[in-house]
């Protein structure tokens, strides 16, 4: 399975992925880092047959309606701060 974290959610969360021998990538890797466009996003995990974990429900919108982006995995974890995922992973 292959992976694109998308901005909200921490480098460590791809990083942990990647490590458990998964292909995954964040953002952060991407040309325009976190500053990437949805749209481009989404193109990116089509092109790619990447699936996009993200918290972000603007991609759930465009998921089921114009089926963008390949896949997703909506993350929602109510207000946490990124620096709070290492208890997580």
Request: charged residues 20%.
């Amino acid at each position: 399975m292959k992976f694109l974290v998308d901005a909200q959610l921490p480098v460590r969360l791809a990083r942990f992925l990647k490590a458990s021998g998964y292909d995954a990538i964040h953002t952060r890797d991407l040309p325009s880092q976190n500053a990437t466009p949805d749209n481009e996003i989404n193109v990116i995990s089509i092109a790619e047959d990447r699936i996009l974990i993200t918290k972000d429900v603007d991609f759930v919108n465009s998921f089921l309606t114009i089926q963008q982006p390949y896949k997703l995995l909506l993350i929602t974890t109510g207000n946490i701060k990124n620096s709070e995922w290492k208890h997580y992973l």
